[in-house]
């Protein structure tokens, strides 16, 4: 079984920064990408930043230059440091894995419970 315990929501004022956190653990050989989406009320939930293990990222346009995704390989975490935040960033943010458990298994992906982000005055 493999856990992701995202952590660093909260309530922020637009110009801010945030950093969101998430840990995996449990039965882990490897761990491939990693990423982050968001979902706001009423909406489809998107992708923000994703990150290869080999230390290569994508952003989406809206966050790009604002938002910085990382990953400390040791600890089996990923990072979403959030700056010059907007409303418009308010939404639910997941963090997302992709894992392997045996190295004789097929990758999964694994979501985290989500943690609120809130953006306003």
């Known amino acids: 079984q493999v856990q992701l315990v995202e952590s660093g929501g909260g309530l922020v004022q637009p110009g801010g920064s945030l950093r969101l956190s998430c840990a995996a653990s449990?039965?882990?050989?490897?761990?491939?990408?990693m990423g982050w989406y968001r979902q706001a009320p009423g909406k489809q939930r998107v992708l923000v930043a994703a990150i290869t293990s080999g230390g290569s990222t994508n952003y989406a346009g809206s966050v790009k230059g604002r938002f910085t995704i990382s990953r400390d390989n040791a600890k089996n975490t990923v990072y979403l440091q959030m700056n010059s935040v907007k409303p418009e960033d308010t939404a639910v943010y997941y963090c997302?894995?992709?894992?392997?458990?045996?190295?004789?298994?097929?990758?999964?992906?694994?979501w985290g419970q989500g943690t609120q982000v809130t953006v306003s005055s």
């Open positions: 997302n894995a992709d894992i392997n458990s045996r190295w004789y298994e097929r990758s999964n992906d694994y």
């Open positions: 449990g039965s882990i050989f490897s761990i491939n990408a």
